[in-house]
T-cell receptor, first 115, second 112 residues
Framework: KQEVTQIPAALSVPEGENLVLNCSFTDSAIYNLQWFRQDPGKGLTSLLL?????REQTSGRLNASLDKSSGRSTLYIAASQPGDSATYLC??????????????FGQGTILTVHP | DVKVTQSSRYLVKRTGEKVFLECVQDMDHENMFWYRQDPGLGLRLIYFSYDVKMKEKGDIPEGYSVSREKKERFSLILESASTNQTSMYLCASRPTGGRGYTFGSGTRLTVV
């Protein structure tokens, strides 16, 4: 059974810092990996999607990497801002079997960026 | 941009009521999903659908049913609402063939 773990569970940083959020998964047979952001009481906003054949994706100040063989992904946020404060969720999309196309989520990293 | 629209942001219902949560997507996605999210338990899959009139049970289908009469609409039905169904409900859609998920803004349901 696929398990997804995110470290750290919570992170508090001053504005302007570069930071790294970590995600690990136990089964490397994944289709894609997707990073989401969730603000309190709101839905999930997709940040980056990495196909299994890709190594990284970038969008603005965000960069996500994927090492499928070691079961790891990182989300790098450059020059953090208070508006980046949210919960960040990593999710893997299953590649095959009865779980094909389904998502398994990590428990999330709660990020607080203070001015 | 793909939009997934959930009809209600907040709902308060009484125990025993039949409750309908509606979800509509505007990008012709084949696959649609219903999740619930609870503190400490994360997101859990209730039901999903790969095509019109098709439905598959997820990890926690008990107490729920779904309807997909049109490709763009996926409804979650609580046949007889109970207090343990108080939760945040999230709808999502995904095209077949490699693209990611798009989620709606969520419905916070309280059953009293």
């Amino acid at each position: 059974k696929q398990e997804v773990t995110q470290i750290p569970a919570a992170l508090s940083v001053p504005e302007g810092e570069n930071l790294v959020l970590n995600c690990s998964f136990t089964d490397s047979a994944i289709y894609n990996l997707q990073w989401f952001r969730q603000d309190p009481g709101k839905g999930l906003t997709s940040l980056l999607l990495i196909q299994s054949s890709q190594r990284e994706q970038t969008s603005g100040r965000l960069n996500a990497s994927l090492d499928k063989s070691s079961g790891r992904s990182t989300l790098y946020i450059a020059a953090s801002q208070p508006g980046d404060s949210a919960t960040y969720l990593c999710a893997v999309i299953h590649a095959g079997g009865t779980s094909y196309g389904k998502l398994t989520f990590g428990q999330g990293t709660i990020l607080t960026v203070h001015p | 941009d793909v939009k997934v629209t959930q009809s209600s942001r907040y709902l308060v219902k009484r125990t025993g009521e039949k409750v309908f949560l509606e979800c509509v997507q505007d990008m012709d996605h084949e696959n649609m999903f219903w999740y619930r999210q609870d503190p400490g338990l994360g997101l859990r899959l209730i039901y999903f659908s790969y095509d019109v009139k098709m439905k598959e049970k997820g990890d926690i289908p008990e107490g729920y049913s779904v309807s997909r009469e049109k490709k763009e609409r996926f409804s979650l039905i609580l046949e007889s609402a109970s207090t343990n169904q108080t939760s945040m409900y999230l709808c999502a859609s995904r095209p077949t063939g490699g693209r990611g998920y798009t989620f709606g803004s969520g419905t916070r349901l309280t059953v009293v």
